[in-house]
């Protein structure tokens, strides 16, 4: 594993209460292992979807995903933070 860098990061309300709930629940034990989860994510769907990013003149989706079901399993809890955060820091917020 490569040497730990501390950022700091601002989300937004609902972004840190899904955060926290994750860590409620048990799923993680840090704020730190939810954000490397979904950018490990993250990376996953980049690599899988390279080259169909769309430009930047296309129209984006101006409707944010609807939450998932809280009986939902992990995995599609993390794939709905990664869209979260991937449509995030594409948008540019």
């Not at 840090?30 to 296309?58: C, D, K, N, T, Y």
Request: glycine letters at 8%; charged letters at 30%.
């Amino acid at each position: 594993m490569d040497a730990a860098e501390k950022l700091s990061i601002t989300v937004t309300p609902a972004m840190a209460r899904m955060i926290r709930e994750k860590i409620e629940e048990g799923s993680y034990g840090s704020v730190s292992e939810v954000i490397r989860a979904a950018l490990r994510a993250f990376q996953r769907e980049e690599a899988g979807q390279a080259g169909s990013m769309p430009r930047a003149s296309e129209p984006k989706d101006p409707a944010p995903p609807a939450p998932p079901p809280p009986d939902r399993p992990g995995h599609e809890i993390r794939a709905h933070l990664l869209d979260i955060f991937g449509r995030t820091a594409r948008d540019g917020d």
